[in-house]
């Protein structure tokens, strides 16, 4: 069988070959997991968020107008899932703070610890993991899904600069998270 493409794929997929569909998520699950991980900071969000973001595509694959790659079409659905998901949590939170007295608090603003691996891959995701969503995003779709600039101001919807420039502070954030946390030789 040769290995097809994803515009073969969505062409078989619109001509009734629903269970095709499967092939993409294969493709494409765990890179986007792995972004929606690194900007939701939770594993379950992230699944939660990952079945809308390929029900959501698939739904939506006859508006796909094969301008730019599926991956950057899908990878554009997964991050304004994430950005609506993560908004939905902090007004959420804004509602419970106000809804509370601040002596009986049943809130725990404590932050769970994490076990730092010696593995490389594993204390670099943990340092992506400390940085703001944004730059989080940014960092995993350059270097980790090696897309372009180009490509990520489809999906972030900004301009090519502002993604540079957004690059360019994630960078200086991370170097900032690894030196604090003094992983510099884990990471070496």
């Known amino acids: 069988m040769k290995h097809l493409s994803d515009i073969e794929i969505i062409d078989s997929v619109l001509q009734g070959n629903a269970n095709d569909y499967s092939l993409l998520i294969s493709r494409y699950k765990h ?3 792995s972004l ?4 939701l900071k939770n594993e379950m969000d992230a699944e939660e968020v990952l079945q809308d973001c390929f029900v ?6 006859k508006s796909f107008k094969r301008k730019a790659k599926f991956s950057t079409w899908f990878y554009r659905i997964v991050y304004n899932s ?7 949590k902090k007004r ?8 509370i007295d601040d002596e009986d608090n049943p809130l725990s603003l404590s932050i ?3 076990e730092f691996s010696r593995e490389r891959s594993e204390t670099l995701s943990l340092a992506i993991q400390e940085l703001p969503e944004n730059y989080a995003a940014v960092i995993t779709l350059f270097y980790l899904e090696s897309l372009s ?8 919807n900004t301009s090519v600069n502002n993604v540079k420039v957004l690059l ?5 954030a991370l170097k900032e998270v690894i030196s604090q946390k003094h992983l510099e030789k884990e990471l070496l």
């Open 31 to 33: 890179k986007a997991f």
């Open 36 to 39: 929606l991980k690194r900007m």
């Open 56 to 61: 959501k595509s698939f739904f939506a694959l």
């Open 82 to 88: 994430a950005v609506t998901k993560l908004s939905g």
């Open 92 to 99: 959420k939170i804004e509602q419970e703070m106000l809804s």
């Open 112 to 114: 769970p610890e994490k």
């Open 149 to 156: 600039c180009e490509e990520i101001s489809k999906i972030i």
């Open 168 to 172: 360019h502070r994630s960078r200086s």
